[in-house]
């Protein structure tokens, strides 16, 4: 596993060795002991798994109080992911970092805690595999608006995308819930 940095040095990409020949391929996709040479050493207590179709964008979420670090992958198809800084005292902090991930490249993106996460469905479905560092509080979630002029996400488009109604209805930038 390699690191790929990002405009944001804290959101990573995990560069994956694929391991190809004519029955399929085969990837080593978590090894604690490699992320912690890496310099990312998190404990991860919790799996999920996301399927959405084309054209679907989920986020920006995050959750204020057990923020939780995730390190997402996309198994099948193709997403365009983002990451925001929410961190005040981050010099990065209303930055936001996008990126493809596929399943085809077995790429995985490391987004810490502090931050709000979302993606927008490129292929006709893709299925997303994450792991988070602190448990789901529903109490404690929070949506960044995802069309926020301030933030000013370029979000390739094909048309409107299909949003929960808690996506649709997010916190501006301006009135959001932040980390010190």
């Known amino acids: ?71 997402v992958r996309v198994v099948a198809g193709e997403v365009f992911d983002v990451a925001v800084d929410l961190r005040k005292s981050s010099p990065t902090f209303g930055k936001w970092v996008g990126f493809v991930l596929s399943g085809e490249s077995g790429r995985m993106a490391w987004i810490p805690p502090g931050f709000a996460h979302g993606f927008y469905v490129l292929s006709q479905k893709a299925d997303l595999l994450y792991k988070t560092t602190d448990h789901w509080y529903p109490q404690f979630e929070r949506t960044l608006l995802w069309n926020d002029s301030t933030i000013g996400i370029d979000w390739p488009l094909e048309g409107r995308p299909l949003l929960a109604a808690k996506d649709q209805e997010g916190t501006s930038f301006s009135e959001v819930e932040t980390f010190d």
């Open 1 to 71: 596993m390699t690191l790929i940095a990002t405009t944001i040095p804290d959101v990573v990409l995990v560069e994956t060795k694929i391991f190809t020949d004519e029955r399929g391929s085969f990837y080593e996709s978590w090894n604690q002991q490699e992320m912690i040479g890496l310099g990312v050493d998190h404990r991860f207590v919790q799996d999920n798994f996301s399927q959405s179709r084309k054209g679907v964008l989920r986020g920006l979420h995050y959750q204020i109080r057990h923020p939780q670090g995730k390190l």
